[in-house]
């Protein structure tokens, strides 16, 4: 590899531009593409630029590299021509918003997330290169967060400009917002607060959130949904210590024991979560949903391959992919209590340890979960043990109906930039503050993102593909110009209020009839 100056990007092979290939949809197709290809190379440039700051939120030596990233893209966003741009503080680390006006008095609301911290990296990890050098071969760029946030979040700049060069337009065909925080890899913990302070500001009728991916190179698609997540852990406290399990075994209630028993009555024989309750408002897959599911070219042993794991097992009458990204769940974390040493050590131990967490999907109250287990603990646990029990910040469930105006507009924008590919639904098996902004802002939440499994989020060697960063490009470029009509003609049905609830699952019959269905990889989140 031969090196460049810190202003371009290393590259091992520089991969040919296309001329455009065969337009679909209208001549602004052609327009935009063309404006992509010519300003392809300053992008990436920008890209790996703003990759070479290791904003890694989740190590305090990194504060002042995360800080440097929220800078660096509040300057970018500027020179994009966002008339508005703030770094907002958070007890954390900060976000960034940006704001552009339509000059259209009528135009809908789009606020775009996404996340500039990325997950921690180093050599010794298992990359091939310096994870915060970017290095560009085989049309790939190699970089810690080049998928995983900044790629996702930079192509919005490009795509916004892209739009305006193509329509001639010198503000936005929607009144266009971001809100990049800096605190994802980090759980958000400031997150939903930050919502709620500015929540004036951020007011929207539709959410694009641009942290996600697609089904492969060659199958786009796009999410409609992700699970929320509670989670707690269990201390159990017996005898006040370690005790001898001759003299007092069998006499008193031993705290391992008991963990071992809550782990057992967490699943019935169809692995049905056995809480009372937890499935209470669940909303269930409707048999088109399940039909399109069923549709996608799934292979299941290299899942299993993916997984690291050697066969499923899951909630008995739901395929794979439906437990993943439509079905609640209860997971043990960790379990521990007793001696844990070599050889034997006859005791009753003085205390155990469980970590659970719980899955959840639309329908489902993160509030009521949490009392739901306290109940089911709490009749679980005999008399002669204490037990404590705390939860951490929940993630609620977000669902968007497949049916609503504003998807339709993101698959068919999505379309256009993939030649007339048809676009699939998915959902993502994870979770993420995308419902934080669902919840306090009462808007549909849509998922735009390019990245494929490949990618490796977290992993050593992440990268992103460059003809599919420039897809996702062009589809921002087309969604702005494309959404106040597909809102507009749904007229109230369309509203922020219809379609904010994640308990709506809607239906798929006249997204299919525009020619795509709902599938979904699954991915690290």
Same mark, same amino acid.
């Given at each position: 590899?031969?090196?460049?100056?810190?202003?371009?990007?290393?590259?091992?092979?520089?991969?040919?531009?296309?001329?455009?290939?065969?337009?679909?949809?209208?001549?602004?197709?052609?327009?935009?593409?063309?404006? %992509?290809?010519?300003?392809?190379?300053?992008?990436?440039?920008?890209?790996?630029?703003?990759?070479?700051?290791?904003? +890694?939120?989740?190590?305090?030596?990194?504060?002042?590299?995360?800080?440097?990233?929220?800078?660096?893209?509040?300057?970018?966003?500027?020179?994009?021509?966002?008339? #508005?741009?703030?770094?907002?503080?958070?007890?954390?680390?900060?976000?960034?918003?940006?704001?552009?006006?339509?000059?259209?008095?009528?135009?809908?609301?789009?606020?775009?997330?996404?996340?500039?911290?990325?997950?921690?990296?180093?050599?010794?990890?298992?990359?091939?290169?310096?994870?915060?050098?970017?290095?560009?071969?085989?049309?790939?760029?190699?970089?810690?967060?080049?998928?995983?946030?900044?790629?996702?979040?930079?192509?919005?700049?490009?795509?916004?400009?892209?739009?305006?060069?193509?329509?001639?337009? #010198?503000?936005?065909?929607?009144?266009?917002?971001?809100?990049?925080?800096?605190?994802?890899?980090?759980?958000?913990?400031?997150?939903?607060?930050?919502?709620?302070?500015?929540?004036?500001?951020?007011?929207?009728?539709?959410?694009?959130?641009?942290?996600?991916?697609?089904?492969?190179?060659?199958?786009?698609?796009?999410?409609?949904?992700?699970?929320?997540?509670?989670?707690?852990?269990?201390?159990?406290?017996?005898?006040?210590?370690?005790?001898? /399990?001759? /003299?007092?075994?069998?006499? +008193?209630?031993?705290?391992?024991?008991?963990?071992?028993?809550?782990?057992?009555?967490?699943?019935?024989?169809?692995?049905?979560?056995?809480?009372?309750?937890?499935?209470?408002?669940?909303?269930?897959?409707?048999?088109?949903?399940?039909?399109?599911?069923?549709?996608?070219?799934?292979?299941?042993?290299?899942?299993?391959?993916?997984?690291?794991?050697? $066969?499923?097992?899951?909630?008995?009458?739901?395929?794979?992919?439906?437990?993943?990204?439509?079905?609640?769940?209860?997971?043990?974390?960790?379990?521990?209590?007793?001696?844990? $040493?070599?050889?034997?050590?006859?005791?009753?131990?003085?205390?155990?340890?469980?970590? !659970?967490?719980?899955?959840?999907?639309?329908?489902?109250?993160?509030?009521?979960?949490?009392?739901?287990?306290?109940?089911? !603990?709490?009749?679980?646990?005999?008399?002669?043990?204490?037990?404590?029990? +705390?939860?951490?910040?929940?993630?609620?469930?977000?669902? #968007?109906?497949?049916?609503?105006?504003? !998807?339709?507009?993101?698959?068919?924008?999505?379309?256009?930039?993939?030649?007339?590919?048809?676009?699939?639904?998915?959902?993502?098996? $994870?979770?993420?503050?995308?419902?934080?902004?669902?919840?306090?802002?009462?808007?549909?939440?849509?998922?735009?993102?390019?990245?494929?499994? /490949?990618?490796?989020?977290?992993?050593?060697?992440?990268?992103?593909?460059?003809?599919?960063?420039?897809?996702? %490009?062009?589809?921002?470029?087309?969604?702005?110009?494309?959404?106040?009509?597909?809102?507009?003609?749904?007229?109230?049905?369309?509203?922020? $209020?219809?379609?904010?609830?994640?308990?709506?699952?809607?239906?798929?019959? /006249?997204?299919?009839?525009?020619?795509?269905?709902?599938?979904?990889?699954?991915?690290?989140?």
């Amino acid at each position: 590899m031969s090196e460049t100056p810190d202003s371009a990007v290393r590259t091992a092979d520089t991969p040919a531009p296309s001329d455009g290939g065969t337009t679909a949809g209208t001549a602004g197709t052609s327009d935009v593409r063309a404006y %992509v290809e010519r300003h392809r190379a300053d992008f990436l440039g920008e890209l790996a630029e703003w990759l070479r700051i290791p904003s +890694v939120s989740a190590q305090p030596e990194h504060a002042d590299d995360v800080r440097r990233s929220a800078a660096w893209l509040a300057d970018r966003l500027t020179g994009t021509g966002f008339p #508005t741009v703030e770094v907002w503080e958070t007890d954390g680390a900060p976000a960034v918003f940006a704001d552009w006006p339509s000059d259209t008095p009528d135009a809908p609301t789009v606020l775009v997330y996404g996340h500039h911290d990325v997950q921690p990296a180093a050599r010794e990890d298992g990359w091939h290169t310096d994870p915060f050098e970017p290095v560009i071969t085989d049309g790939r760029m190699y970089a810690r967060g080049a998928a995983d946030d900044k790629g996702q979040v930079l192509f919005h700049t490009l795509g916004v400009r892209a739009h305006l060069a193509a329509t001639g337009r #010198t503000a936005p065909a929607v009144h266009l917002k971001l809100l990049i925080e800096g605190e994802e890899e980090s759980g958000s913990p400031h997150f939903r607060a930050l919502v709620e302070k500015h929540a004036d500001r951020l007011t929207t009728d539709v959410v694009v959130v641009s942290d996600t991916g697609m089904w492969s190179e060659t199958t786009p698609t796009v999410c409609t949904g992700m699970r929320g997540v509670a989670d707690c852990e269990i201390d159990l406290y017996g005898p006040d210590q370690d005790i001898h /399990s001759g /003299s007092f075994g069998g006499a +008193v209630p031993n705290p391992a024991t008991v963990a071992g028993r809550i782990v057992a009555a967490l699943h019935d024989a169809d692995e049905r979560v056995a809480i009372p309750g937890f499935y209470d408002g669940v909303t269930e897959l409707t048999d088109a949903e399940r039909a399109l599911i069923a549709e996608l070219p799934f292979d299941e042993a290299a899942w299993l391959t993916t997984a690291k794991s050697h $066969g499923t097992l899951g909630e008995t009458g739901f395929a794979t992919l439906e437990r993943v990204w439509a079905r609640p769940t209860a997971e043990v974390n960790g379990i521990g209590g007793g001696y844990q $040493g070599p050889g034997g050590k006859t005791i009753v131990p003085a205390t155990a340890h469980l970590k !659970l967490s719980f899955r959840l999907v639309a329908g489902q109250d993160p509030a009521r979960i949490e009392t739901a287990v306290r109940d089911w !603990l709490t009749g679980l646990v005999p008399a002669g043990v204490r037990h404590e029990i +705390v939860f951490g910040a929940p993630t609620r469930p977000c669902l #968007t109906p497949l049916d609503h105006p504003a !998807l339709t507009a993101v698959a068919g924008a999505m379309s256009r930039a993939f030649d007339g590919a048809k676009v699939r639904y998915t959902r993502e098996g $994870g979770s993420g503050p995308a419902a934080d902004l669902q919840d306090v802002l009462a808007a549909p939440v849509l998922f735009l993102g390019i990245s494929v499994p /490949s990618d490796g989020w977290h992993a050593p060697n992440e990268k992103i593909e460059l003809d599919l960063l420039m897809k996702g %490009v062009e589809t921002a470029a087309y969604l702005w110009g494309d959404l106040p009509a597909a809102l507009a003609a749904a007229g109230p049905a369309g509203s922020a $209020g219809s379609a904010g609830s994640a308990g709506s699952a809607g239906s798929a019959g /006249s997204v299919q009839d525009d020619g795509a269905d709902p599938v979904r990889h699954e991915d690290d989140a």
